[in-house]
């Protein structure tokens, strides 16, 4: 098709309807890209134009890092996309969900597609398990935690990372995702649970927690030893 510029008269373009519908599509357009269901959702957030989203994965990320040291082995729970064992090439990256994985292909970490109330890995075979951002969206989190223990070699560390919903930082920060970014990962929760709550389930399987913290008071981070 060719299209000739008018010669005279006016635009018969209905201005409003256009900005209208542009700016719907632009909204869902922003919707899609944010959806924690997106391949690359951690990876995106990781390196995100958005500063408060930046910033709060990285700050995530560091207190990980802090808290495991250097690992002979390690497994990474629920991977994501999450740029972790970009750091760590001794790590096994696990996610149930095959997208994150393909897109995971071109770093060095090895891919496991399971199921963390599942994991494909003797007893003990981990010197060092990372969880994080995963309880609150399975069904049931316990037979999970039961199969990060096995897997963790005694005297092993585990560091796992959950959103404090016993804490009102949380629920401000929530209130903003669901209004900035509609389709982000808390709008899926099964799960909610605050601190006492995750350290009684933790305590149950076994484990002995060395150490509590928080990613801008509103995300726990625990490390704890089997």
Known sequence: ??????????????????????????????????HHFAADYDEYAFYSHLWPQRKWHRARYAAIVKRLGWPRSLLDVGCGSNPLLNAYPQGIALDRSLAPLRHRRTYGSRKVCGDASHLPFRDGYFDAVVCSELLEYLDDPLPAIREVVRVLEPGGTLVMVAPDHGCWKWAYIESLYRFFLPNAASMTFK??????????????????????????????VIKATK
Do not use: C, D, Q
Request: glycine share 12%; proline share 2%; hydrophobic share 40%.
């Open 1 to 34: 098709l060719h299209y000739l510029p008018r010669k005279e008269g006016i635009s018969k373009v209905l201005w409003y309807t256009f900005v209208k519908g542009y700016l719907k599509t632009l909204y869902r357009l922003w919707k899609i890209r944010n």
């Open 191 to 220: 799960h909610r649970y605050g601190k006492a709550k995750l350290l009684e389930m933790l305590g149950g399987a076994g484990l002995t927690i060395l150490e509590t913290g928080t990613v801008f008071g509103a995300e726990m």
